[in-house]
């Protein structure tokens, strides 16, 4: 038995005391109600972690694609999207091969990701959201590997989505690989960073094969984002009591490895290697919304900018954020609210905005 079937197997006990809403499509959401539920969905064949938080019923509903992948937002979501609750119904989803669903269906580990797969898996997640909510669509949200499947899910199902917003847009394989590593050369020469210097010419330039250039290039590139960028608090990274317990802990680290190794690929040939948004098409039915961190080394703002300069939308935005890298931070996060609240839901109500 392989290290996430063992890790998942330590869960099992864990398992069986979640609530599941299978079985519970019906609306659930009336104008003036709160909600707060999460279970196990039926999602393409298995079941999948989905939880839905909100302070009125009334209010535009937001679907979370989380980063990664193998990063499920759920155990931080209160801490970096709690103040949001009053104003949205957040949905947050453990993605496949990742968190709860990771752990409630050990086999995953034998199965190849594909962003085809989860892509399906993200508009029936969307599709059970509306049903359960009483609405006709959703704001998609989605950053990193997230923004990357959260546009191939609007190219899959359009209709089911009012508005997206993406933050640390990934646009293209080739383009974001090369653009990173051209630019962590630069900052590591200039810094006379021989170690890093090092290790970014053993490397060499993408494409890689080394399963692991991704991971060393990224932390490079994490080091030189902390030095001009604000750092997020250490609390918004701390699991809450229900998710404080070793076999959580071990479920979501096996996530994050199977979940890795198949961004990546054994050869450089994982899904990271696969994404070509340009390819999809650049013309949405929905407006379009993107932030982009001044800071970030991962998908950075040259590429970004020249991916959104190219899409055709009923209205778009470009927010360039400063003292902002890839990750996470408090002026990325209010950033993400303001234009939820202040451009997006006005365009909701202005047009029904599908609720």
Not at 9 to 31: D, E, N, R, T, Y
Not at 86 to 106: E, I, Y
Not at 263 to 292: C, E, H, N, W, Y
């Amino acid at each position: 038995m392989n290290k996430w079937l063992i890790a998942a197997s330590l869960a099992a006990g864990l398992l069986v005391s979640w609530h599941s809403v299978a079985g519970q499509p019906s609306a659930a959401c009336k104008p003036g109600m709160k909600i707060a539920e999460e279970g196990f969905v039926p999602i393409d064949g298995i079941e999948q972690w989905v939880a839905v938080r909100g302070g009125d019923c009334a209010n535009p509903v937001v679907l979370i694609v989380h980063g990664g992948p193998g990063d499920p937002s759920t155990p931080y979501a209160e801490n970096l999207y709690g103040p949001w609750e009053k104003d949205f119904t957040l949905v947050q989803w453990d993605q496949r091969g990742s968190g709860k669903t990771f752990a409630r269906n050990p086999d995953t580990s034998d199965r190849p990701l594909t962003m085809a797969l989860m892509a399906h898996d993200g508009v029936e997640v969307a599709a059970y959201a509306t049903r359960r909510l009483g609405k006709r669509q959703l704001i998609l949200f989605g950053g990193s590997w997230g923004s990357a499947l959260a546009v191939d899910m609007l190219k899959l199902k359009p209709e089911l989505f009012s508005a997206y917003e993406g933050t640390s847009q990934l646009v293209e394989y080739r383009a974001n690989q090369n653009a990173t590593y051209q630019r962590a050369l630069e900052l590591t020469r200039a810094a006379g960073d021989k170690e890093a210097v090092a290790s970014l010419e053993a490397l060499g330039a993408p494409p890689w094969e080394n399963p692991r250039a991704f991971g060393i290039v990224r932390r490079i590139t994490r080091r030189y984002e902390a030095k001009t960028t604000q750092p997020a608090p250490d609390t918004w990274w701390t699991f809450p009591p229900q998710y404080e317990t070793a076999d959580y802990k071990a479920v979501y680290a096996a996530g994050e490895d199977y979940s890795y190794l198949q961004f990546v690929g054994m050869k450089g040939d994982g899904m990271l290697s696969r994404i070509d948004l340009p390819a999809l098409g650049t013309t949405f039915p929905m407006p379009v919304f993107i932030i982009q961190g001044k800071q970030d080394l991962l998908t950075m703002p040259s590429v970004t900018k020249a991916y959104f300069d190219r899409i055709q939308a009923p209205t778009k935005h470009y927010i360039l954020l400063d003292k902002v890298g890839h990750d996470p931070n408090p002026l990325m996060v209010d950033a993400q609210f303001r234009v939820l609240k202040t451009q997006i839901a006005p365009l909701e109500q202005k047009g029904d905005g599908g609720n």
